[in-house]
């Protein structure tokens, strides 16, 4: 019998089960055969094009990204090397609610303004409205990680209602419901919500329990940034926990964290050990001590009304402006007040357009040193001149709680990597940091455990069968990596690192990384097979 790949003597972790020592065989971009060494004699008999020695080396099924901005980055970026070269082979895109479609007619420009920041802005002209002609334009890219899509309730909220800020009336909410079963019939395989986000933000519970209901029907597990990760969290969480429950949909709480307040991290992660009883319950972490988003989330709701045109509109006035300022010194009921909880030496600038490119580096308190101006000002400052595109990164956790959220064992790892100047370093360094860092190298858990959330358990997840395990049948997504070199190197200071010890990614059957490089290899595409209704 002859192969394409033949992995000898590789440490295999089988995504969901024991490390055994065997060879690994793979033909036509699928897994053929998977045997353990018995006494030392090679497993498999047969030849291949491509043989590989793996003693003391780990052979894992490849990594899914549960929380990726990647929507449009294939348009500028095919080979996503950030990803493939920390072993990610699967993005699940669109989170927090946000994606470039469906998109009403004519609705694109200010669709492209505000997910700047965020996603990139893809192609100069968008050609699409609906979610199915978008991931038409993004498999045309040929992208080197498979992308799988999820439909954003804010950009379903968008497209039916604008930015209104009241509750839908039940025309309104029907159409919702429409969007959202066309988005998973398109191949959306979650749900996602963006409650910091506008206009997800005005949505009240209701709202989120009958779109739910579409995704329930589906078995589409719902994908929430909660309303708020602050001093409110237990109550955000708490929210989606009632929402799951009432529409019968799994949950899966993105990059859950407590932002100002680690008193509350033991009671969050009790409200979900208590949820799980009767509610399919994960939640996925970037393992870092600091977040990453827009500029324009340190604002209130209220100033954000009337999207990116409505902002800057805002900001231009001192009335205004001075309204933002009290509230960020004073808060607002409910609202996460990200600045006036964080103070502006934690929150430091990832990436900002011209002509402010210089800020990526620096903290919010030294940006307002050079100006000579308060703090407040100088961020709307800086959200003017440069449009709003700008990206900040925002210090909030000790490592201990890092790592007390990372060994829960209702965890799963989404990198959150967002692309830009001074990026967070979560974007090459996710998946390294939580195994190489906190399993291989500190034995905070076992690496069976931390190799299944990467793999098998988030592929159960999104209902991906096809992969997340080495078995035959499967897809031949691969990582080779040396367990005693594999280590994230990407720091705040110098984010753009790829690891150290990873030895080979495969997608597909095809080599995308190897010799510490990208390959080239584009065998990823966009998974738009629709989930069992
Ligand atoms: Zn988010």
Redesign the pocket.
């Known amino acids: 019998m002859t192969f394409d790949l033949l992995v000898r003597g590789a440490t295999v972790y089988p995504g969901d089960g024991a490390a055994f020592v065997g060879d690994v065989a793979v033909r036509a971009g699928r897994i053929e055969a998977v045997a353990p060494t018995a006494a030392g004699a090679p497993a498999l008999a047969g030849a291949a094009a491509e043989e590989i020695a793996g003693a003391g080396l780990l052979l894992c099924p490849g990594f899914i990204d549960m929380h990726a901005h990647s929507a449009l980055r294939s348009f500028d970026d095919p080979l996503q090397a950030a990803k493939i070269g920390q072993g990610f082979t699967t993005e699940l895109i669109h989170?927090?609610g946000l994606a470039p479609a469906p998109v009403a007619a004519g609705g694109w420009r200010e669709r492209q303004a505000y997910l700047r920041g965020l996603e990139g802005a893809g192609p100069a002209e968008w050609g699409w409205t609906t979610l199915d002609g978008y991931l038409e334009a993004l498999a045309a890219t040929r992208p080197a990680t498979s992308l799988v899509p999820s439909i954003g309730h804010n950009v379903v909220r968008d497209t039916v209602m604008g930015g209104a800020n009241r509750a839908p009336t039940r025309e309104e909410l029907a159409a919702m419901q429409r969007e959202v079963r066309l988005g998973l019939e398109a191949g959306a395989r979650t749900l996602s919500f963006?409650m910091l986000y506008l206009p997800g933000a005005y949505a009240l519970t209701d709202e989120l329990v009958a779109l739910a209901e579409e995704a329930a029907l589906f078995g589409a597990p719902l994908v929430p940034?909660v309303r708020n990760e602050g001093g409110g969290v237990l109550e955000a969480v708490a929210e989606f926990v009632e929402v799951a429950r009432r529409s019968g949909a799994p949950l899966n709480v993105?990059?859950l964290k407590c932002l100002t307040d680690e008193r509350l991290l033991e009671p969050l992660l009790a409200l979900l050990d208590a949820a799980a009883a009767d509610v399919s319950v994960s939640f996925d972490q970037y393992p870092y001590g600091a977040g990453s988003?827009v500029l324009s989330a340190l604002l209130p709701a209220w100033a954000q009304e009337g999207g990116v045109a409505g902002t800057l509109d805002r900001i231009t006035r001192r009335s205004e402006r001075d309204r933002i300022r009290a509230d960020v010194e004073h808060g607002i009921e409910g609202w996460e007040n990200i600045l006036g909880g964080l103070g502006p030496d934690r929150i430091v600038i990832a990436n900002a357009a011209a002509p402010n490119e210089a800020a990526a580096g620096r903290s919010l308190a030294e940006l307002a040193d050079d100006r000579g101006v308060h703090h407040v000002e100088a961020v709307l400052d800086l959200l003017l001149e440069s449009r709003l595109d700008v990206t900040m990164i925002e210090h909030y956790a000790s490592e201990a709680a890092v790592r007390q959220v990372a060994v829960h064992r209702l965890q799963l790892v989404g990198s959150?990597g967002i692309y830009g100047a001074k990026p967070h370093p979560r974007l090459y360094g996710t998946a390294a940091r939580f195994l190489g860092r906190f399993a291989l190298r500190e034995g905070l858990l076992p690496v069976e455990e931390a190799v299944a959330r990467l793999t098998a358990r988030a592929a159960d997840r999104l209902g991906l069968g096809d992969r997340g395990r080495i078995a035959p049948g499967k897809r031949a997504d691969l990582v080779l990596l040396d367990p005693a070199a594999f280590i994230d190197t990407a720091t705040y200071d110098e984010p753009a690192r790829h690891p150290d010890g990873l030895v080979g990614v495969w997608v597909a059957g095809q080599r995308a990384w190897a010799g510490g490089a990208h390959t080239g290899a584009r065998a990823g595409g966009v998974v738009r097979e629709p989930l069992p209704r």
Do not use: I
């Open positions: 989170p927090d963006g940034h993105s990059h988003t959150d």
